[in-house]
């Protein structure tokens, strides 16, 4: 008998999921599973992470999306809050490319309210045969259509009670229904052990919470008769919202922000009999990724070998890759190599008043010294240029140069070079940094370390590029307009539960002490830029962690309330406060739009990641973060908005205009 996890939700299911993607590969590798499925709600965010924590624990990785459906997804005046889940999972990477078209499509403003949502009719358009699904679990349509009033059969303490709200007719309802899923994605037949399924669709049966959760076994009763009437093979699934049962425990403080409130509140609502959103949660603590012996307690063995049946309908494919580059386009034909080469030597020509200052300083005096000063700043371009050539980052250098000399052409200011990009006498010839790497013994490695790539992975660089604020838009407008705008766009990013916030949020919801106290506390744990090279030193020895940090370097103060013993155990009134922030830190909290990454792709956005809108603009985000996006092969350049740049600017036009346009 073979169990795969078909159901399950990571932190990318915000405030909802609380596993990251190595938490379900570390249950996998534990429970000797072959791999588990990824079906985050409305989004299909974490399938980079998720297929490289994967990897890493050499487990099969399906990816897939919970989708969010409606009656009609562009009708604005009936039930537009009234949501019923679906399960997709990707067969193949032609699926992949459906359930991206189907995430962008939910998240389109006229189909996005409040969630990213679809309807039956337009989830169709990108099944293809391609796609498998399966549906049946609590809050599904074709569970809800089971019953008179689904909220109440859900909110019974008993099985007797939720099965007096199964409607009359609802053997038909269902069976037509699970029909027309049939239609959607093809049909299924039975279970044969010498063949996998023909179809694409299977009912969902859902025990893994029956005893806390009386209405899905009233569920998994009736679907099961529909299964054997129709022959829509059945299959088992947990519902897992973390990687193991403990976990819950650690869930519900992602549960109390969502639903802004304290664990003392829900406690409180709890027993006085009321039900509230998400109230199962804080009854069980099922929703785990369950080993075969516990699914074999609760299912058929038909129903648990269809999960794997499904896996196996599931091919193995990669969605990342190395980076691909758009090209930048050199006139007369030449190759990006000769074109930049070109640049720069016009921009030695440019800058060669600078750099024989530069060399003057230096204490070369005779003609042999300044000759050999000379020879110093060839052979490093000599040697940068290799480098880039044999990774193929010529065009990556001819963009960034594009995008600083048009911002100069259009009159704006730009930043002189920040951070290791000062290091490349390149991007010093090509004019993008204004820092002479040889004058000021900056290291070319620093900013480009060519030892890194593999042959299989390329890394990148990274120029930060900086712009006026009040023109930044008018850098990205251009970008778009050179390379397309339907392959050009500004890029998703996540905020995490990190350091001082996530312990506040801890303290806050076990109502642990007053806020001025919890101020007191986490006053004494830094922001994480200020730490950021201690914690990279401590990830290379394990997990990096903020609050960790403060415990051990600012002891003193924090030891009212938590403290590290000898054993390298959390002691002190808080201890378990602190342990939970530190096990929470790093999750999920919320999305937004990038402060300044763009990608620029080879192919249509849409072709390789989920699209979303901004709420203001209307313009399309990259529905991905910006490592992810590199993972899979597409280039992250930084545009940011400076606001000293402005003000230099606001100062040249203030002199120019007072002293007759000679600044």
């Not at 399966?134 to 099965?163: C, M, V, W």
């Not at 959607?184 to 279970?191: A, D, T, V």
């Amino acid at each position: 008998m073979r169990f795969f996890p078909l159901h399950v939700h990571s932190h990318y299911s915000l405030l909802d999921g609380l596993s990251k993607p190595k938490d379900i590969a570390n249950r996998c590798e534990e429970l000797g599973l072959e791999g588990s499925a990824l079906t985050d709600h409305g989004t299909v965010g974490g399938a980079v992470s998720f297929i490289s924590a994967m990897k890493k624990k050499k487990k099969k990785a399906i990816l897939g999306c919970e989708f969010y459906l409606c009656e009609d997804a562009t009708d604005k005046t009936k039930n537009r809050e009234k949501l019923s889940h679906l399960v997709v999972l990707a067969k193949n990477e032609t699926g992949w490319k459906g359930l991206l078209g189907a995430t962008s499509e939910s998240n389109k403003p006229d189909f996005f309210y409040y969630k990213p949502r679809l309807d039956l009719e337009n989830l169709a358009r990108f099944a293809d045969g391609n796609l498998v699904s399966f549906s049946g679990h609590p809050g599904s349509d074709l569970a809800n259509i089971l019953f008179s009033d689904p909220q109440s059969a859900y909110n019974a303490r008993t099985y007797e009670e939720a099965k007096e709200l199964v409607q009359e007719g609802w053997y038909e309802q269902t069976v037509s229904l699970a029909q027309s899923y049939q239609d959607i994605f093809g049909e299924g037949k039975r279970y044969d052990p010498s063949s996998l399924p023909e179809g694409n669709f299977f009912i969902e049966i859902q025990l893994i919470d029956q005893f806390s959760f009386p209405a899905a076994k009233v569920i998994a009763e009736g679907l099961r008769y529909v299964s054997k009437k129709t022959g829509i093979p059945p299959v088992a699934t947990p519902d897992a919202h973390y990687a193991r049962k403990e976990d819950a425990y650690d869930q519900r403080v992602l549960l109390c922000n969502k639903l802004e409130t304290t664990l003392q509140d829900v406690h409180k609502k709890m027993e006085n009999d009321k039900d509230f959103a998400l109230s199962i949660f804080f009854k069980s603590s099922s929703y785990h990724i369950p080993s075969l012996e516990e699914m074999q307690e609760l299912h058929t063995e038909e129903e648990i070998n269809n999960s794997a049946l499904i896996a196996d309908m599931c091919e193995e494919y990669d969605i990342t890759g190395k980076p691909r580059l758009p090209k930048f386009p050199c006139p007369e034909n030449i190759t990006s190599e000769e074109y930049l080469t070109k640049l720069c030597r016009k921009g030695w020509e440019d800058r060669k008043e600078q750099i024989d200052s530069a060399i003057k300083k230096s204490g070369a005096n005779t003609d042999e010294q300044i000759q050999n000063r000379e020879k110093e700043y060839g052979e490093r371009f000599e040697k940068e240029l290799d480098v880039l050539t044999e990774a193929n980052l010529n065009d990556y250098f001819l963009i960034v140069h594009d995008i600083v000399n048009a911002a100069r052409d259009r009159g704006e200011i730009v930043g002189a070079g920040r951070g290791s990009a000062a290091g490349s006498l390149v991007l010093y010839l090509l004019g993008v940094t204004d820092v002479d790497p040889i004058e000021y013994d900056l290291y070319f490695e620093r900013f480009y370390n060519a030892g890194r790539n593999t042959k299989d992975h390329i890394s990148l660089p990274d120029v930060d590029m900086d712009f006026e604020i009040q023109n930044r838009d008018k850098t990205i407008e251009y970008i778009k307009e050179k390379y397309g705008s339907d392959k050009v766009s500004q890029i998703l990013t996540y905020t995490r539960m990190q350091g001082r916030s996530v312990l506040k949020d801890v303290l806050r919801v076990h109502s642990a002490c007053s806020f001025e106290e919890m101020n007191r506390i986490t006053n004494w744990i830094p922001d994480e830029a200020d730490i950021s090279d201690q914690l990279e030193e401590m990830s290379e020895g394990g997990e990096s962690s903020i609050i960790r940090w403060a415990l051990e370097n600012n002891s003193k103060e924090l030891e009212p309330w938590c403290y590290i013993d000898s054993n390298g155990k959390l002691q002190g009134s808080m201890a378990k406060r602190f342990e939970q922030a530190i096990r929470l830190e790093g999750t999920n909290r919320s999305q937004s739009k990038h402060a300044a990454g763009i990608v620029i792709a080879q192919e249509p956005l849409h072709e390789i990641c989920p699209i979303l809108h901004d709420k203001k603009t209307g313009q399309i985000i990259a529905g991905m973060e910006m490592g992810d996006l590199e993972a899979m092969g597409h280039v992250k350049f930084d545009i940011l908005g400076i606001a000293l740049l402005d003000k230099i600017h606001g100062v040249q036009n203030m002199v120019l205009e007072k002293h007759n346009g000679d600044l």
